[in-house]
C-alpha cells in the first residue's frame, strides 16, 4: 500500500478539536447539512453568530442526518469576536480570492498547521449568499481558501464545511490504516510460484511457447499477468480449478 | 505560501478526466448536486446508470446552481458494464469497509494513482440508500474508500462526488510533473469483459459452477483475479491465448 505525505508533520491524534462557526448563516437546511459534515469528519463544536431563522430550527435536524447531538450542543452569539473569543487562532474559509493583505493557506495547507498544534483554533464561514464580509475576515487571523474550479468557485455552505473537516480528518488520522487487512489470507510466494510453474509448463507441452527466442519474455508476461497484485489462497487454488477445468482432466 | 507533497508524483495537468457514474440514483436533487460539485472541481463527463426517476429530471436542474452543462450532457445506461465500457480502470467508491477482495485505496490515493496516467477512469457512487451492490463492486477493478468517521460515515451522495472530485483536482492542478505514461497501452473495460465472459462461458461449458447457489459468487471471485489491476491490452491477448492452449484448440 503507498503511503502518501499528505500532511508531512501532522500529528498521530489530536487533542483540541477546531470549532465550526457559521457566520449569519440564512438557512436551518444548510446548518443540519454543515453538522452531519462535521459529524462524519469527527467534529462536534459548532458555533453559530446570528443565524437568520433563530434557533432551534427545525430544518437544521432534519437535514442533520443524526447529528443531533451537534445541534443540541450549538452555542449560539452575536458577534464573531464572541463566538471566537476562545480560538487562538481564527480561520477565515473563502473559496474565491480576497483581495485583504492576510496570509492565506489551502484548506490542505489549514489541516497540516492546526495538526501541529494542541490549541483551539476557529474556522468561519460566511453566509450562504455572499460568503464573509471584510469586516468578519478581519476578524480572522488567516484566510484559508478552498482551491477550486476558478470560474466555478461557488459552494454551498455545508459543502465547504464538508471539504475543510474533510482536510482536518486526513491530517489529523495516520494514513497508515486506511484499508485495514484483506479479509482473506495472502498467498505466500511459494504458492503462487507452484501455480505459475504448473501454468508454464501445462502451456509448454502445448506449444504455446512456441519461438525459442521469445520464450523468456513470453514467460515472464505471463508471470506478470498474476503477479501484479497480492494473490489470496483461495484465488491461488481458484486458478488451478480454472487451468485443471480448462484441459478438460475434470471433465 | 508552503508547498505540500500532497501528490509526489502526480501531473501538473490531466487531460482525460475521470467519469462519474452514478448507479442507479434515487433524487433529482442529489444528481443535481452531485453536477455542482463536478463543476467545482472542473469535472464534467457525468454518466447514470439506471436513474430511478427517469431522465431528465426538473429537480437536478434546481439543486445543479448553474452545472446545466453538465446535466444536458449526462449520458445513461442500462447498466454499469455499459456505462464503464471505455474505461481502462474503474473504481468503486465506499464509505464502509467491504468483504471483498479487490485492492484498496483511498480517495487521495486514488487521485495520486490517476494523475499519474492519462488513461479514462471511471468512478461509480451508488444509490443514496445502500451505496453500491457487491455485483457493481465486482464490476470495478479498485475500491475507492473515502476515510470517514466510522462510527458516521454515511456520506450524501452529492458530498461523496464533492470529495473524490477535491481530491481528484488537488492531485492534478498544483503538483510536481509526473513520471510519464505505461509502456503499454491499457485494455479497456469492453476488452476485459469480453475475456472474462469468454472463460467463464468455457468453465461453464465444462461444469465447472457446478453448485447452483455458488455460482454467482464463484463467477464473482474469477473475475476479481482478474480485475485486481489494470491488464494491457496485450496481456488481455495473452490471456486468451493461454486459455485457447489450455483448451487444446491448437495443439
Redesign the interface.
Given at each position: 500500500?503507498?503511503r502518501?505525505?499528505?500532511?508531512?508533520a501532522a500529528a498521530e491524534t489530536m487533542n483540541v478539536k477546531p470549532c465550526v462557526v457559521l457566520v449569519r448563516p440564512q438557512m436551518g437546511d444548510n446548518i443540519g447539512?454543515a453538522a452531519?459534515?462535521m459529524?462524519?469528519?469527527?467534529l462536534d463544536d459548532l458555533r453559530l453568530v446570528g443565524p437568520r431563522d433563530g434557533w432551534p430550527n427545525d430544518r437544521a435536524y432534519v437535514l442533520a442526518?443524526?447529528?443531533d447531538r451537534i445541534l443540541d450542543h450549538a452555542k449560539i452569539y452575536d458577534s464573531v469576536g464572541a463566538a471566537t473569543a476562545d480560538c487562538v487562532h481564527v480561520y477565515a474559509t473563502t473559496a474565491r480570492q480576497r483581495e485583504q493583505v492576510k496570509p492565506?493557506?489551502?484548506a490542505?495547507?489549514f489541516a497540516?498547521e492546526v495538526s501541529k498544534h494542541n490549541d483551539k483554533v476557529g474556522i468561519l464561514f460566511g453566509k450562504e449568499s455572499v460568503g464573509l464580509s471584510n469586516d468578519e475576515i478581519a476578524e480572522a487571523n488567516t484566510i484559508l481558501h478552498i482551491?477550486?474550479?476558478p470560474e466555478?468557485?461557488?459552494?454551498?455552505l455545508?459543502?465547504a464545511v464538508?471539504?475543510v473537516a474533510?482536510e482536518w480528518?486526513?491530517a489529523s488520522?495516520s494514513?497508515e490504516p486506511?484499508?485495514?487487512k484483506?479479509?482473506?489470507p495472502l498467498a505466500p510466494k511459494r504458492e503462487v510460484d507452484l501455480l505459475l510453474d504448473r501454468?508454464v509448463a501445462?502451456?509448454d507441452a502445448?506449444?504455446?511457447f512456441v519461438v525459442p527466442e521469445k520464450r523468456d519474455r513470453?514467460i515472464r508476461?505471463?508471470k506478470?499477468?498474476f503477479t501484479?497484485?497480492p494473490?489470496?489462497s483461495?484465488?491461488v487454488s481458484?486458478?488451478h480449478?480454472?487451468?485443471a477445468?480448462?484441459?478438460?482432466q475434470?471433465?
Open positions: 500500500m503507498m502518501l505525505p499528505g500532511c508531512l447539512a452531519r459534515a459529524m462524519n469528519c469527527g442526518s443524526g447529528a492565506e493557506v489551502s490542505r495547507e497540516c482551491p477550486m474550479n466555478h468557485f461557488s459552494l454551498n455545508a459543502q464538508l471539504l474533510y480528518r486526513q488520522t494514513f486506511s484499508v485495514g484483506p479479509p482473506q501454468l501445462d502451456l502445448r506449444g504455446f513470453m508476461n505471463v506478470n499477468i501484479g497484485r494473490l489470496t483461495r484465488e481458484t486458478l480449478g480454472i487451468i477445468f480448462l484441459k478438460g475434470d471433465k
